[in-house]
């Protein structure tokens, strides 16, 4: 049951994105998946052994690295997406970045300009 548990938290992250609500609780997100908040919290530790607010904090890194992708952003600031990905500080960003992303958000790019590049090539 936990691992079919974890499966609709990540659906409803992926179809849903509550995680760009910026007062969202696990409460709320319980209430979402009409499960009781200890259900959710043990979904997470069981499927990816995180708590809620690092479930939260990668949907928004993904949710930052997804709009940074797109051509029309490619000029934006990463800290201008991470606002529309409801981080609430720099910081924030900054750290959950570091840890979702394995890198700091300013060589993410590089990498992915680089990418860009190197397909463009050949």
């Not at 928004?60 to 981080?87: G, K, T």
């Not at 394995?102 to 300009?113: H, K, L, S």
Request: hydrophobic share 45%; charged share 25%; glycine share 6%.
């Amino acid at each position: 049951m936990a691992t079919e548990d974890y499966s609709r938290i990540q659906a409803l992250l992926v179809n849903d994105k509550p995680h760009l609500l910026s007062n969202l609780t696990a409460a709320m997100f319980a209430d979402r998946l009409g499960w009781e908040p200890e259900r959710l919290t043990a979904a997470l530790r069981y499927g990816g052994g995180v708590s809620f607010f690092d479930a939260i904090n990668a949907a928004r890194v993904r949710e930052v690295q997804q709009l940074a992708r797109r051509p029309a952003n490619v000029r934006i600031s990463l800290l201008v997406l991470a606002h529309e990905a409801e981080f609430g500080s720099k910081s924030a960003f900054y750290d959950a970045f570091r840890r979702h992303a394995g890198c700091p958000p300013a060589e993410w790019r590089r990498r992915q300009v680089h990418e860009k590049a190197s397909e463009a090539f050949g």
